[in-house]
């Protein structure tokens, strides 16, 4: 979902970061303040004023959008669900979450506090404007808090449009789940909202580029295209965490894996054991002891196929490596953060098993089918 983001400050213990994206959006919006908002709110300054305000304003922005994914986590927190960080991208921001909301009452005020939050920020931004309007301040100034407080309520507005992933999808998904204690009932309902949402907003923008603005429309359709994939990967996500939470990775895993010795040769390694199991990571071993593993990346260094397993495989580490108790989910996000899989499952130094992401998603594809995911099964929402 992410281009390449940097850390950007840290408060209260929350990492905030910036999407390499952000920067880009930062530059267009300061640019379209510069050359067509401002000039339109206060026409008669020079285009050093507009350009200052613009900065000061896209500031402002960020700043805007910072304390709207605070508040949510500092809701979170209250609730006893620490945030990992919140990244600020091409669409706004986005607060990860260590787990799922506990309960329907607490995802429901996480949801909210995030667009009161704004609107509480955009009153205040309204009341500076009104002050400095009133005792006849500098254009500029009243111009950029205007612009702050108009802002600040789009946001909290936008955001309640109840559809994931906009704030109003967790509402309304803690509303249904509250009623009917059915989560993956009321995530689908919610997820299909943001992809309704989106298509609507994608609908928007083709007729306004039709009618002639071409960067708001096209700006407006991907907006859409981006709801309409994020509400889908909630669902998954939900499906997932319910489906996979609480069973450890030993029931999942291959408990027979293909091996190799750390003597064999590059070539002998493509011909007897690549080409024959089409598999992407070999683990290792010698003697019963895991000493690492050998992917088919490192493979294609060696044209030649002189070296010999030992030389080119890489040690085991955090990244590709996991226990057999560890919980399923906590594997799968390690392979979607990582990008790795499958995971060597090791005990004590002794390779047990070993786990890939597809023997994960075929799993949650069966369960789906033989359990289906609408009302019949009930999900208890836990409270705590
Ligand atoms: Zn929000």
Request: aromatic fraction near 12%; include cysteine.
């Amino acid at each position: 979902m992410f281009f390449y983001r940097v850390r950007f400050f840290s408060l209260f213990g929350f990492d905030v970061y910036v999407d390499a994206s952000w920067l880009l959006l930062a530059v267009l919006i300061a640019w379209s303040l510069a050359v067509g908002v401002f000039p339109s709110i206060d026409p008669g300054l020079t285009s050093a004023a507009y350009w200052s305000m613009a900065v000061v304003a896209t500031v402002g922005l960020l700043f805007s959008i910072v304390f709207h994914e605070m508040s949510h986590a500092a809701v979170a927190q209250v609730f006893g669900m620490p945030i990992r960080g919140i990244t600020l991208f091409i669409f706004g921001g986005v607060a990860e979450m260590h787990s799922e909301p506990t309960s329907a009452l607490s995802e429901f005020l996480m949801a909210l506090a995030g667009p009161v939050a704004s609107a509480v920020l955009g009153l205040l931004f309204f009341l500076l404007f009104g002050f400095v309007a009133s005792s006849q301040g500098p254009a500029a100034v009243a111009g950029v808090l205007w612009y702050l407080s108009c802002l600040n309520w789009t946001l909290a507005a936008f955001n309640l449009v109840p559809a994931f992933p906009l704030d109003g999808g967790p509402m309304l998904r803690a509303a249904l789940w509250g009623w009917r204690k059915d989560l993956i009932w009321a995530t689908s309902i919610a997820a299909g909202a943001g992809n309704i949402f989106g298509i609507l907003l994608i609908v928007l923008g083709l007729i306004e580029v039709l009618r002639g603005d071409f960067v708001g429309g096209v700006w407006l359709s991907l907006i859409g295209l981006f709801l309409r994939g994020a509400a889908s990967a909630t669902y998954e996500q939900t499906l997932a965490r319910q489906i996979l939470a609480g069973h450890p990775v030993s029931r999942f895993m291959n408990r027979r894996p293909i091996t190799v010795s750390p003597e064999l040769s590059v070539r002998e390694l493509v011909e007897d054991y690549v080409y024959r199991y089409h598999h992407k990571v070999l683990p290792v071993v010698r003697d019963g002891r895991l000493l690492g593993c050998v992917t088919t990346a490192q493979v294609g260094e060696d044209q030649w196929g002189r070296r010999t397993v030992a030389e080119i495989m890489e040690p085991c580490s955090e990244d590709n490596t996991i226990s057999p108790e560890t919980d399923a989910l906590e594997a799968m996000t390690k392979m979607q953060r990582t990008g790795r899989s499958p995971l060597l499952v090791v005990d004590r130094g002794q390779l047990v098993g070993i786990l890939s992401l597809r023997d994960l998603l075929e799993f949650l594809t069966l369960k789906l089918q033989f359990e289906g995911s609408g009302g019949q099964r009930a999900v208890q929402p836990q409270e705590g």
